[in-house]
């Protein structure tokens, strides 16, 4: 297999390294195979692809949706982002925990985010191109999002002061969330 998949601390998330090959024009990888990704445990048919172009210290997130849940593969095609995948699903083991790497145009990492899990990420680069395949569309009105700063939750942002949207500024902490806008 030339693509190296490994769950990280949650369950269902993976971070996904694709053997990259390179020579003096340049490189070339895959960046979705569908056989070898559901090898792996990634077996969801996407069906809408995402491009976001953010300035260092824009931090996205954290966000999901409830009755359209979205399984996202993020990678970044320029810069460096931190990227976050946080467990919301009620009743769950590893309910309100965290999991993160840097994902880079150098290191050329995917992270698989299913469903029933918060995403967001922090632009660490001057700016960043992050792409991202979705197992469902983006449904407006289905959107719901946890505060970035959640004490509770914890993440360890290399970022001190994001910059972020007004509506990820409002968000609530999880502890306020009522458990029907989580998915279970």
Not at 115 to 120: E, T, V
């Amino acid at each position: 297999m030339d693509v190296n998949i490994k769950q990280l601390s949650l369950p269902g998330v993976f971070l996904i390294e694709p053997i990259c090959f390179e020579d003096n024009r340049g490189y070339f990888m895959e960046t979705f195979h569908q056989k070898k990704y559901k090898a792996a445990g990634i077996d969801h048919p996407f069906v809408q692809d995402n491009h976001s172009h953010s300035s260092q210290g824009v931090l996205r997130g954290l966000h999901y949706q409830l009755k359209h849940p979205q399984g996202k593969l993020i990678y970044a095609v320029t810069g460096s982002i931190f990227d976050v995948a946080v467990d919301i699903r009620s009743g769950s083991s590893t309910f309100g925990q965290w999991t993160g790497a840097e994902l880079s145009a150098d290191n050329k990492r995917q992270i698989y985010v299913p469903h029933g899990f918060a995403h967001g990420f922090v632009v660490l680069s001057k700016s960043a191109d992050v792409i991202y395949k979705c197992t469902d569309l983006y449904t407006p009105g289905d959107e719901y999002g946890i505060l970035w700063s959640d004490p509770e939750i914890a993440i360890n942002w290399p970022v001190k002061n994001p910059i972020l949207s007004q509506k990820d500024l409002e968000n609530p902490t999880l502890s306020q969330i009522p458990e029907s806008h989580l998915p279970g």
